[in-house]
DNA sequence: GTGAAAGCGCTAACAC
DNA sequence: GTGTTAGCGCTTTCAC
């Protein structure tokens, strides 16, 4: 199919001589600077078509400072690394970032950060021009990680805000207004006993979640809202509807902060005979692809993710291209999907 | 925290004058030539540590001709780009792909490359030094990538053998030993009328897995196996399980190609009153996760995705260290996993 | 064992 | 407009 005459890749210099103009001119073309003769350009984009040239990115690398590369790191608190791409939220996140920048020719490296070491790595990998900054999505609030990126002065941008104030742009969701649609939904379908099932503590996006809930509900006349503690899995989610159902047997109405808790939840309540919506109603928090096809189908606040992980990303090229601009945040809103489950 | 002199990354040109060395010693001690004299040695350590120096990657690539990382391309045959991390498929096996290669200290680049155009910029993207090779993970027997990086001879590896016969190297499962394993577990529960719910015929995984399942079938002397084809998706599992009990109602075994379709199927067979698995026994493949959790357990075929994966990019770094080795598959076995489904 | 110097392929002044 | 040239940061002969 292609017939290359060498075995080494061809360079600009070939190019050159091929056109028979200087490496400049033929570098000026294939930059698509303004100034050069139209008939040049033209040599020129022959010459390219013929030898098979792509510019070799180590070379424009190490002299413009640019590498046009970025790397998406994924900073869990432990080494549960292959789980990452199994959880519906990480999925749609990276998903999300890797569709939008291929549509800027960036093809994203994926780093994990799941201990000190890997985190010391993966400072060391941008700094090694490995990327030019770093997508950062990490939930626990106490992840050292956005701090380094700061210290070291190496662009990032944060998926959540940071656990401790720190001078970096990032984009969020109102979980406090998707945790007030959720009581409202709960509230005006009449239910009277209403609980809730949080997520992890060290996790920001919970912490928000249950506080939000708690605050709507006051503003409802509910100032007392029962709460199980779940870690955001399907497993933590069974326990937590179970010990609710124990401790609150006249429970009619649950937020669970996740909808992979949902899901469990839900198999809960079957499992006890409970109906759901009818006898106990349940909104959940994601709008997770298999969440869709739970059944019954669930009632849950949807993220825009995709939406959040282009902007993320934007956020980081803007960055990249200009270092003094200032951190910004966006904070996207949450939206309430109604489906059988309340 | 850190405290940087000036706002540029310290070369080896730093190094080397803090150490009070030559530039060339200084590279030889940081890429641990044996041939340096202890002394200088731990000066060069200190100057590094003390400079905070991390090598250039670019300048490096650019001399050696190597960049030290990987691409991991997904070729999927639609526009489906963001759906790929969550299916649990794609997600185990980019899971494996990025842990195993975390070890190595390489973190591989995602490209999509679910068009022609994007194929071409895969392959654009490696000649231009982006990887030094690339994972090819297409399941479409017809797609054209890896001839493409067979004829630019640039090194990759495939997950699951090509559709044509390519020179390649490549780690696959066994299909028809499991689809054999399904067939004797269908068999040995007393099913008497037993149906299969294929994948997309476009699929190589899917023809072998329904082959196979014939042949097992068989062999036990049950020549006739009625066939419902999906797409892989879960709609498609509920629309060909509903196909399957309309035309075949004293259905009693259905073996499914995948565990998504799996738990499709397993709604409709609930939804129409069937009992799984006294009614009706079902066995699904690839035990993803989903499925681990789904109600009642599903009995399927495991793969060892994580395996193969780390097995795939090891093929890929032994090519690339010796171009001269010749393609070698690597054949994985399937594992029975029985729950309750069958 | 160690240093001096030549490039790897490219871009960007700088002259013309 | 176009060509000449000096590096970008590193590895690696090649002398010493």
Redesign the pocket.
């Known amino acids: 199919m292609s017939t290359k005459s060498a075995d080494?890749?061809p360079?600009?210099?070939d190019v050159a001589l091929v056109a028979g103009?200087?490496?400049?001119?033929a570098?000026?073309v294939?930059?698509g600077s303004k100034?050069?003769?139209a008939?040049?350009i033209r040599k020129v984009q022959r010459a390219v078509k013929t030898t098979g040239?792509v510019?070799?990115t180590a070379?424009?690398t190490?002299?413009?400072g640019k590498t046009g590369s970025i790397a998406l790191v994924l900073s869990g608190s432990d080494g549960s690394a292959e789980q990452v791409f199994g959880d519906p939220f990480f999925g749609r996140v990276a998903g999300g970032v890797v569709k939008h920048l291929s549509n800027e020719g960036i093809h994203p490296s994926l780093v994990l950060a799941d201990s000190d070491e890997a985190r010391a790595k993966a400072i060391a990998y941008v700094r090694r021009g490995g990327a030019d900054g770093a997508l950062l999505v990490s939930t626990h609030a106490d992840d050292p990680l956005p701090g380094l990126f700061v210290d070291e002065r190496l662009p990032a941008v944060l998926f959540a805000r940071p656990g401790r104030p720190t001078p970096i742009s990032f984009v969020d969701l109102d979980h406090d207004k998707g945790a007030a649609l959720a009581a409202e939904r709960l509230v005006a379908r009449g239910c009277r006993n209403i609980a809730t099932i949080s997520g992890p503590p060290a996790v920001l996006a919970a912490q928000d979640r249950e506080k939000g809930f708690r605050q709507a509900m006051a503003q409802h006349g509910r100032p007392y809202v029962p709460v199980a503690i779940g870690n955001f899995t399907r497993e933590s989610g069974e326990l937590a509807m179970a010990q609710l159902l124990r401790d609150h047997p006249t429970l009619d109405g649950v937020f669970v902060a996740n909808d992979l808790m949902a899901e469990g939840a839900l198999q809960v309540l079957r499992d006890h005979g409970r109906r759901v919506p009818d006898d106990v109603a349940v909104v959940g928090f994601d709008d997770s692809l298999p969440a869709r096809q739970a059944e019954p189908g669930l009632t849950t606040i949807a993220q825009p993710l995709e939406e959040m992980s282009a902007e993320m990303a934007r956020l980081l090229l803007a960055r990249i291209a200009d270092p003094t601009i200032q951190p910004t945040s966006v904070i996207f809103s949450p939206r309430l999907v109604i489906r059988e489950s309340a």
């Open positions: 080494r890749q360079t600009l210099e103009v200087s490496r400049a001119t570098s000026r294939i930059n100034k050069v003769n008939q040049m040239y510019p070799n070379a424009r190490l002299v413009n």
